[in-house]
């Protein structure tokens, strides 16, 4: 016989508050990894419910016993073992074991207490709707830039260094210049700076002009032939072909990006001839190691040190400072969305020598400009001076190519140092011998 086949012995009353006396334990002592059990009734349990961990329908249960203020009587001797099969033949023995375990009626919410709580759910998700709609996002436009930007530089920059095999030879032999003895205290340099490195499966183009170059960025060509190298500047034909190389990958993402093939062909060379180097630069940063200060593209014939660099021609007053430039970019850890965002600007500035359309190509750097700043927004909202730390790159930048162009043409005074330089090099930096 059960309990509900004897509604005689089943006394309904008020009941007095209850003392609760548990050995269960509690919420905050609960092992995640261990089993669900309901405490009552041995079924799975979906959590805690009123202090205790229970099935939902010995939750209910106990939920209604508590607002009815329900007490019942069992038709036994108050000892039924209650389980999953039978929890609804004894209410009393039911209700005894949910008080057993620890379940309070205190932890019952009134009618009024679950609509206060409904409401504040719905406020939450109300303020997180709202905060949701203020987040600072990228428009359609500036993502579609990023996304031109990014895909350029993969097009244009080969991250294997495969044409490096390419170029005349690197050749570190020869007599240490008094550059290179002092370079090896750059070492030590906790900031930085550096030359480039580009990519694609093309070989060193030298016998077009930078014009054609520009109109017609095409795959192909071959290296050009090496001549007999000055043991004093034994890098110079492998650093001016690995600098050709890069400025033939410069064109191509230019090219690629939005509004500069709109420009007119002549404001296109000038802002190419006026940034080449600055972008080179940029680009390199890819490449260069914090650990050891140097430039690695590949295997060991085409890692650079500021060493090699001396042996190409330029001192330390270049180098010292082209260092710090890209220890001081690398630390500051750019996104490559960051990254090609900073060249394109870096490229459309309108106060190049030459420029014509001034006001069409600010246009485009402010463009630019607020697509990064946006995209900072986005992605960094920490980095409050992110923005300002970029730009002051470009402003190191300015006085790096101020100094290239320097020892540039120191160096291409010199016959026997100019005939090493490719005709692109000599197109885009000038040419100082007839």
């Given at each position: 016989?059960?309990?509900?086949?004897?509604?005689?012995?089943?006394?309904?009353?008020?009941?007095?508050?209850?003392?609760?006396?548990?050995?269960?334990?509690?919420?905050?002592?609960?092992?995640?990894?261990a089993p669900r059990i309901?405490?009552?009734?041995?079924?799975?349990?979906?959590?805690?419910?009123?202090?205790?961990?229970?099935?939902?329908?010995?939750?209910?249960?106990?939920?209604?016993?508590?607002?009815?203020?329900?007490?019942?009587?069992?038709?036994?001797?108050?000892?039924?073992?209650?389980?999953?099969?039978?929890r609804?033949?004894?209410?009393?023995?039911?209700?005894?074991?949910?008080?057993?375990i620890?379940?309070?009626?205190?932890?019952?919410?009134?009618?009024?207490e679950?609509?206060?709580?409904?409401?504040?759910?719905?406020?939450?998700?109300?303020?997180?709707?709202?905060?949701?709609?203020?987040?600072?996002?990228?428009?359609?436009?500036?993502?579609?830039?990023?996304?031109?930007?990014?895909?350029?530089?993969?097009?244009?920059?080969?991250?294997?260094?495969?044409?490096?095999?390419?170029?005349?030879?690197?050749?570190?032999?020869?007599?240490?210049?008094?550059s290179?003895?002092?370079?090896?205290?750059?070492?030590?340099?906790?900031?930085?700076?550096?030359?480039?490195?580009?990519?694609?499966?093309?070989?060193?183009?030298?016998?077009?002009?930078?014009s054609s170059?520009?109109?017609?960025?095409?795959d192909?060509?071959?290296?050009?032939?090496?001549?007999e190298?000055?043991?004093?500047?034994?890098?110079?034909?492998?650093?001016?072909?690995l600098?050709?190389?890069?400025?033939?990958?410069?064109?191509?993402?230019?090219?690629?990006?939005?509004?500069?093939?709109e420009?007119?062909?002549?404001?296109?060379?000038?802002?190419?001839?006026?940034?080449?180097?600055?972008?080179?630069?940029?680009?390199?940063?890819?490449?260069?190691?914090?650990?050891?200060?140097?430039?690695?593209?590949?295997?060991?014939?085409?890692?650079?040190?500021?060493?090699?660099?001396?042996?190409?021609?330029?001192?330390?007053?270049?180098?010292?400072?082209?260092?710090?430039?890209?220890?001081?970019?690398?630390?500051?850890?750019?996104?490559?969305?960051?990254?090609?965002?900073?060249?394109?600007?870096?490229?459309?500035?309108?106060?190049?020598?030459?420029?014509?359309?001034?006001?069409?190509?600010?246009?485009?750097?402010?463009?630019?400009?607020?697509?990064?700043?946006?995209?900072?927004?986005?992605?960094?909202?920490?980095?409050?001076?992110?923005?300002?730390?970029?730009?002051?790159?470009?402003?190191?930048?300015?006085?790096?190519?101020?100094?290239?162009?320097?020892?540039?043409?120191?160096?291409?005074?010199?016959?026997?140092?100019?005939m090493?330089?490719?005709?692109?090099?000599?197109?885009?930096?000038g040419?100082?011998?007839?």
């Amino acid at each position: 016989l059960v309990c509900s086949q004897l509604p005689c012995r089943c006394v309904l009353l008020l009941m007095e508050p209850m003392t609760v006396t548990t050995s269960v334990v509690g919420p905050e002592e609960f092992d995640r990894n261990a089993p669900r059990i309901c405490g009552v009734c041995g079924d799975k349990a979906t959590g805690f419910h009123f202090n205790a961990m229970t099935c939902e329908g010995c939750k209910g249960f106990f939920r209604r016993s508590m607002k009815r203020k329900a007490s019942f009587t069992c038709p036994f001797n108050g000892s039924c073992t209650i389980t999953k099969d039978n929890r609804r033949h004894c209410q009393a023995c039911r209700l005894k074991r949910c008080i057993d375990i620890g379940m309070m009626k205190e932890f019952i919410l009134t009618d009024e207490e679950v609509q206060r709580k409904k409401d504040m759910i719905m406020k939450r998700k109300e303020e997180e709707a709202a905060r949701e709609a203020m987040r600072p996002r990228l428009n359609d436009e500036q993502a579609r830039i990023i996304s031109s930007l990014v895909e350029a530089h993969h097009k244009t920059y080969d991250a294997s260094y495969s044409d490096f095999s390419r170029f005349r030879p690197p050749v570190r032999e020869g007599p240490v210049t008094r550059s290179a003895s002092r370079a090896a205290s750059l070492h030590s340099l906790s900031d930085a700076s550096s030359d480039s490195f580009n990519h694609s499966p093309e070989s060193v183009e030298t016998k077009m002009n930078f014009s054609s170059l520009l109109m017609m960025y095409q795959d192909g060509a071959s290296s050009p032939d090496s001549s007999e190298e000055d043991t004093k500047l034994s890098m110079l034909p492998h650093l001016a072909d690995l600098v050709s190389y890069s400025i033939q990958k410069v064109i191509g993402f230019a090219k690629m990006i939005p509004g500069f093939r709109e420009l007119t062909a002549e404001d296109q060379i000038a802002l190419l001839k006026s940034s080449a180097i600055e972008i080179i630069m940029l680009r390199s940063n890819q490449s260069f190691s914090l650990e050891d200060m140097s430039w690695s593209c590949g295997g060991p014939d085409f890692k650079y040190c500021i060493n090699d660099v001396t042996k190409a021609g330029h001192t330390l007053e270049l180098l010292e400072p082209l260092v710090k430039f890209q220890v001081g970019l690398k630390k500051l850890n750019l996104h490559e969305e960051e990254h090609v965002l900073l060249m394109a600007i870096c490229l459309l500035s309108p106060d190049r020598p030459g420029v014509q359309d001034h006001r069409r190509i600010e246009q485009l750097q402010d463009h630019m400009s607020e697509t990064l700043q946006a995209y900072i927004r986005v992605n960094h909202p920490g980095g409050r001076l992110l923005y300002a730390k970029m730009i002051q790159k470009l402003a190191d930048l300015r006085s790096l190519n101020e100094e290239h162009s320097k020892q540039y043409r120191s160096l291409s005074f010199q016959p026997e140092h100019s005939m090493q330089l490719t005709p692109l090099v000599l197109e885009v930096f000038g040419s100082e011998v007839s």
